[in-house]
Structures are given as structure tokens and as C-alpha cells.
């Protein structure tokens, strides 16, 4: 957590639960060369240290490293999407996530556009204004009802990945009839609005 604090505050502290085991490991050796004979409270610390680290990591990784916790909101989906609906997943690199865990017939797209399967960049994610965002919308394929996967914690001050220009492009053009919360995930069921009352916005 102190170096999610010095280093960037998106990143999330998951990232780091893998490292308290070797970090953990890394002290008892040095403690271990740097004295013939570790007093037994030293070892002891270390040993215990190690141990509730691991138990730590069996306990809580498969929830952690689930960010958004995909298992519920397919669930919900499955439950709530109807045949002519269209689930979008914000943002694309959250898709194989959500497709590993969703098993319904409802066709499922990224947004705001498809992720390249040759490389990964933040560029391919982020969305730059409010008209990208009503283009992408616009691009989508025909629909009923639009079911938007928000994947993203828009922070008032701190927006990531555009996601300020998702919500306003969402709000100008689509009616929200119902909102499902999750663990970092919101879904929205939305509804377009009809071209005056989207001009009027």
C-alpha cells in the first residue's frame, strides 16, 4: 500500500500482494547472513510473517486479482438481458474478464471500440471527449436495450480513462431505467432518448 501511495494512485494494491512473500523472504535471508545465529524471536517474527502472508494471499487473491468481481455481474446479466439487448463492456481490456464468466446468448461489445490483440496501450482505452464518446455510442449495433458495464470508478477530480466524457455522452443520450452496483463495477440499463429530448440536452 505505501508504495500504491508513492508511486501512482490508480494502481491498485492487489498488484502488490504478490510481493509481501518474496519481500518477506528477502529479509529473513538477509537476517540469516547477517548473523551467524538469528535470535529465536528474529525467526520467529520472520516465520509468523511469512505464514499470515501466505494465508493472506490464499484468503483474498482470488477476489482481489477478480477486480469487479465479473462472477456476479454475469450472473446479473444473464438474469436481467433479453435477446435483442446488447451488453457493452467499459472499458475494452475488461472483455475477456466479463467473457470467461458470462455464459448468456446476449452479444457482448467493447467500448469504446475493440482492443488490438497485438499490443496493449493506455491510448487504445482512454476516451478524449464527450463527441468520441457519442460517436462510439452511435456506433454501436442495434439494440433494445443497452446494458453498459461501467468498469471504471470515476473519481470527481481524478476521472480515468475518459470516463467523464462516457457519463456525459450517457446522460445527454440515454435514460437510465435501472443501475446494479458491485464490487468496482456499475451496470446500467439504458434507453435511448428520443432525438428531441437528446437535442434538448
Known amino acids: 500500500m505505501v508504495v500504491s501511495a508513492l508511486v501512482s494512485e490508480s494502481l491498485n494494491d492487489r498488484y502488490y500482494i504478490a510481493l509481501f512473500v518474496p519481500v518477506a523472504v528477502a529479509v529473513y535471508a538477509f537476517l540469516r547472513s547477517s548473523t551467524a545465529n538469528p535470535p529465536v524471536p528474529q525467526q520467529i517474527l520472520v516465520t509468523l510473517l511469512t505464514i499470515?502472508?501466505?494465508?493472506?494471499?490464499v484468503s483474498q487473491y482470488?477476489?482481489?486479482?477478480?477486480?469487479?468481481?465479473?462472477?456476479?455481474?454475469?450472473?446479473?446479466?444473464?438474469?436481467?438481458?433479453?435477446?435483442?439487448?446488447?451488453?457493452?463492456?467499459?472499458?475494452?481490456?475488461?472483455?475477456?474478464?466479463?467473457?470467461?464468466?458470462?455464459?448468456?446468448?446476449?452479444?457482448?461489445v467493447p467500448f469504446p471500440h475493440p482492443n488490438p490483440t497485438d499490443r496493449y496501450s493506455l491510448s487504445e482505452i482512454d476516451v478524449t471527449s464527450k463527441a468520441e464518446a457519442k460517436a462510439a455510442f452511435a456506433a454501436l449495433p442495434p439494440y433494445d436495450t443497452l446494458w453498459l458495464v461501467d468498469a471504471v470508478q470515476c473519481v470527481n477530480g481524478a476521472p480515468e480513462y475518459g470516463c467523464d466524457k462516457v457519463h456525459e455522452a450517457e446522460a445527454?443520450?440515454?435514460?437510465?431505467?435501472?443501475?446494479?452496483m458491485f464490487y468496482t463495477n456499475a451496470v446500467y440499463e439504458l434507453t435511448r432518448r428520443s432525438k428531441s429530448a437528446a437535442e434538448a440536452k
Open 52 to 57: 499470515m502472508t501466505l494465508a493472506s494471499v
Open 172 to 180: 445527454d443520450d440515454f435514460r437510465v431505467r435501472s443501475s446494479k
Open 62 to 108: 482470488r477476489f482481489l486479482a477478480q477486480n469487479g468481481d465479473w462472477i456476479r455481474v454475469a450472473d446479473y446479466l444473464e438474469a436481467h438481458a433479453r435477446p435483442g439487448d446488447l451488453i457493452v463492456i467499459y472499458t475494452n481490456d475488461n472483455l475477456p474478464a466479463f467473457e470467461r464468466q458470462f455464459h448468456g446468448t446476449v452479444r457482448v
